[in-house]
């Protein structure tokens, strides 16, 4: 037996957990793992005395290549994260100053193209500061001439991208990390310096040029269609209308929409009969070209990467007459996909699609005796076994990431796959026909009336809302473990030993004793006071006091509500809030442990309520803060966002001489009473 031949599917994914932990966890695994690897080497030296069972041999090999795979991804990780650190420390004294500089960029990618006001860029120079970095550009309007490859020149301030500053928001600052971008800015004016045209930038160029075709005001395509044409075979979802995507999600049907290897498949197959008259070798070399092609000209996310790739490996293993397992492809997309772009690994998009495609490969066999003869009935057998497996695989990150699952997938990808699938082969055709006037509007009219099916089917399906399941929250030890079960379970029933029933039941039990140690923390967390961050009008405080499934929600400006309302909408439905109450903010809130007094402009005196309370400082108070620690001492101080900058300064330099601990909104966000 040789480790080798083990997966290379195995070992890709220790890399992937070396380069997702934390550094902290990072430094523990490597002294581990360089333990682990020093007595495995020193059991190897010992084979020449010692004659060891070749299970055993094995065991050893295997764990010395896992290993090795997983220090690797914690030295790439490592090395990454001190490229970050370097270019961050390159623009540290602009960062602090907050002060407008003079900025150099290229811009590397257009987010949205619908809109035209965001943009990835590469910084090429700060003031007189030559650095190497990723920024992200906001514009207050829409910038259509600004194309990839454009050299600009712009002044404004530098922001670090922050972490979320409200309970409940999404976390922007890990979604870009996964970019690799740290930095961003909001340009008003901009200076046009120069224009850098490689391939790459030409094939996005071209990307451009297609999708303004299909948008132009003279294509008698919908708009509907229109949209979807542009998501299917392009990647560029923004011009999809968000109820439309919320309702392709709700239903479980959101993959359809990101170009994977249904579409690259689809998309195989015809350039494989297009290019029929080709001797079969020089016809596989011109549509692996066509393929990465493709890649670049969708925006080269990871699922296309992965999915081409994949098709490639096994096109050159036909080629030169190897056989190649599908766990090896998978394996070697893995690999690849993270040495090429390494920041994958925090993209929630790159999870999915190989989990997806690994659970088709494990699962799919389970199914394999339920099969009809009859040709019809097989094909939609198939797309419900293949709907189930995936679903399976990705239940874990389903729960853990969007707190939901719906069991209208089943249904959903038996009528959404068949449309796709017409409507993918009727996108090619139709975009390589679009200059000949009369074949295009004929397929383009098909394609609109398909479309409308689709979204009527989508819309149909998602009003079966009882079908669906909110709330479903997963901690990271609830997650670990059901994917453990998953794992187990499977081993299970394809090796048929009683050992790994025995380890799945105990795994499930300890999964179950997660739960109920779950549900009681959470009974303990019935009451909650939260102090959300006010980012648009600071003078404006609002305080949400939770109990059990009440709110009552405390407000000096209830003209501004609305403001918080997204914020407040998520928190109601992530502690299923059933009854809100609303009440004017008086000068103490209670809490449970320490009542919260509050200060503001209008508070005058130095004597506090109640001793040992906690102090919520907002506005201005017209009072010497010092002084009155000196009266009371407080548990904490919380300084609200609505505090001036040079107030919160001295007021903070007191808690630090007095060693009050204190939680600055405008740093660290909102402020809750189980933090």
Not at 534 to 541: G, H, I, M, Y
């Amino acid at each position: 037996m040789k480790p080798l031949k083990f997966s290379f599917l195995f070992y890709s994914l220790f890399l992937f957990i070396g380069m997702y932990i934390e550094v902290s966890v990072s430094t523990y695994l490597i002294l581990v793992g360089g333990v682990i690897t020093l007595l495995l080497t020193s059991v190897s030296i010992l084979r020449r005395f010692l004659v060891l069972p070749s299970t055993f041999t094995f065991i050893k090999d295997v764990s010395v290549f896992a290993s090795l795979f997983l220090l690797l991804g914690i030295g790439m990780k490592s090395s990454i994260t001190e490229v970050d650190k370097h270019f961050l420390g390159e623009i540290d004294t602009f960062l602090k100053d907050y002060k407008r500089v003079r900025v150099d960029v290229k811009i590397t990618d257009i987010v949205k193209s619908k809109d035209s006001r965001q943009f990835y860029a590469d910084i090429i120079r700060v003031e007189d500061t030559v650095v190497k970095g990723k920024i992200a550009l906001y514009f207050n309007t829409n910038q259509h001439n600004l194309n990839v490859g454009d050299l600009i020149s712009y002044q404004s301030n530098l922001k670090l991208i922050e972490p979320p500053k409200n309970i409940g928001q999404f976390d922007y600052k890990r979604c870009m990390k996964g970019k690799g971008i740290y930095v961003q800015s909001y340009v008003n004016e901009y200076e046009l310096v120069g224009v850098e045209r490689g391939w790459r930038y030409k094939v996005l160029e071209w990307r451009g040029d297609i999708i303004n075709t299909i948008h132009h005001e003279d294509n008698l395509l919908s708009s509907e269609a229109k949209a979807l044409l542009t998501a299917l075979l392009l990647g560029e979802k923004s011009y999809i209308d968000r109820e439309v995507i919320s309702q392709f999600k709700d239903v479980g049907v959101m993959h359809v929409l990101a170009i994977s290897g249904l579409h690259v498949g689809l998309l195989y197959i015809v350039l494989f009969w297009t290019f029929s008259f080709l001797p079969h070798r020089y016809r596989q070399v011109v549509i692996l070209l066509v393929l990465w092609f493709f890649v670049f000209l969708s925006g080269f996310s990871p699922s296309v990467f992965r999915a081409v790739f994949m098709f490639s490996v096994f096109t050159i293993c036909r080629l030169i007459r190897r056989e190649q397992s599908l766990e090896h492809s998978i394996g070697l997309a893995l690999f690849f996909s993270l040495c090429v772009y390494p920041q994958w690994v925090y993209d929630i998009g790159f999870q999915l699609s190989y989990l997806a495609v690994i659970s088709i490969v494990y699962f799919m066999p389970l199914f394999k005796k339920y099969y009809a003869k009859n040709k019809v009935l097989k094909y939609i057998q198939g797309i419900v076994y293949v709907s189930a497996s995936v679903q399976i695989g990705l239940i874990p990150l389903q729960l853990y990431y969007f707190h939901q699952f719906s069991l209208t997938f089943v249904l959903a990808n038996l009528v959404v796959i068949p449309l796709v699938t017409v409507l993918v082969i009727l996108g090619i055709v139709y975009l390589c026909s679009m200059w000949l006037k009369g074949v295009s509007d004929v397929l383009g009219w098909l394609f609109s009336r398909f479309t409308d099916v689709l979204y009527y089917s989508v819309r149909l399906i998602s009003d079966v809302d009882y079908l669906s399941f909110n709330q479903l929250k997963l901690s990271s030890y609830q997650f670990l473990l059901l994917i453990s079960i998953i794992i187990l379970s499977t081993l299970a029933y394809y090796r048929q030993k009683i050992s790994y029933v025995v380890v799945s039941l105990c795994v499930f039990t300890m999964f179950q004793l997660g739960f109920l140690i779950w549900g009681d923390d959470m009974e303990k967390e019935q009451f909650e006071v939260v102090i959300p961050y006010q980012s648009k009008v600071r003078d404006a405080l609002t305080i949400w006091v939770r109990e059990e499934n009440t709110l009552n929600m405390m407000s000096n400006q209830w003209d501004t509500l609305s403001r918080s309302i997204l914020t407040l909408e998520s928190y109601k439905q992530e502690y299923s809030i059933e009854q809100v109450k609303y009440s004017d903010i008086k000068g103490m809130v209670p809490n449970r442990g320490n009542d919260i007094v509050v200060l503001t402009k209008e508070y005058v005196d130095y004597n506090l309520p109640i001793d040992n309370p906690i102090i919520l400082l907002a506005q201005q108070p017209k009072i010497n803060f010092e002084r009155m620690l000196d009266v009371s001492v407080p548990a904490l101080v919380v300084f609200h966002n609505s505090v001036p900058f040079w107030y919160k300064r001295k007021c903070i330099e007191v808690c630090v001489k007095k060693n009050i601990p204190f939680h600055d909104m405008y740093e660290k966000g909102y402020w809750s009473s189980l933090l």
